[in-house]
């Protein structure tokens, strides 16, 4: 019964290049929901998704980043033209569905680490 | 405005202390406030608090919450240096009209020394 998956756990980019960060709920959870950490911050909530629906992505930057969560696959989180501000780690995390809400635990992935060279 | 604060931010104790860890917050539409262990990898689960007063237990790890003066504690007694670590406290709620969601705080670094 794995976890929740991540990969990259570990990614490189130079200024201006693309990241693409995959997440994997846990089984018979059909809800992702992606927090970036900066050094020595809390969690900071991003985007909240359901197969094929964004929910909530209060928390995305207006440009170069979006997420996805298609029928079949993993989650996706992408930016764009990656800065040096954008090095952090992501992390996924997924919840169950319990009648017309998700519970409030989310089970979180280990994270991918971005770094902006 | 931070709506989930915890403190103190920082804290190194010896082994065999009793250690509080303090979460307030201030949200509307609050459903729930949990509490996570994060040792530089995915944040784990260590309780979920919905109703005042009534305390939640784990071996040496307790936690309370007190929906009328927005706060909650997380207690560990006898500390062990595995219980290094960042304590995380989240809320569970929403804006108006706007989905449920985690807000979390920045966390309290707890170093246990031998």
């Known amino acids: 019964n794995a976890g929740v998956m991540q990969n990259p756990r570990h990614l490189v980019r130079r200024r201006g290049q693309e990241a693409r960060l995959r997440c994997s709920p846990m089984k018979g959870h059909s809800h992702v929901y992606w927090y970036r950490q900066l050094p020595e911050e809390g969690l900071k909530f991003m985007v909240y998704l359901q197969k094929e629906n964004i929910i909530d992505e209060s928390g995305m930057p207006k440009e170069r980043f979006s997420a996805e969560f298609p029928k079949e696959g993993p989650s996706i989180l992408r930016i764009q033209q990656v800065v040096r501000g954008d090095s952090a780690a992501y992390f996924c995390?997924?919840?169950?569905?319990?009648?017309?809400?998700?519970?409030?635990?989310?089970?979180f992935g280990e994270g991918s680490r971005l770094t902006v060279l | 405005e931070d709506k989930v604060v915890q403190s103190p931010l920082s804290l190194v104790v010896h082994e065999g202390d009793t250690v509080t860890l303090n979460c307030s917050y201030e949200v509307t539409n609050f459903r729930s406030l949990l509490w996570y262990k994060q040792e530089k990898k995915a944040p784990t689960f260590l309780f979920m608090l919905?109703?005042?007063?009534i305390e939640k237990k784990s071996g040496r790890l307790s936690s309370i919450l007190d929906k009328k003066e927005l706060f909650s504690i997380l207690n560990i007694t006898a500390t062990q240096t595995g219980d290094s670590a960042v304590y995380l406290c989240?809320?569970?709620?929403?804006?108006?009209?706007?989905?449920?969601?985690?807000?979390f705080g920045k966390g309290t670094l707890l170093t246990v020394n031998p």
């Open positions: 919905t109703s005042s007063g």
């Open positions: 995390a997924s919840s169950r569905l319990y009648g017309d809400s998700t519970t409030g635990e989310l089970f």
């Open positions: 989240a809320v569970d709620w929403r804006s108006g009209g706007s989905n449920y969601k985690l807000t």
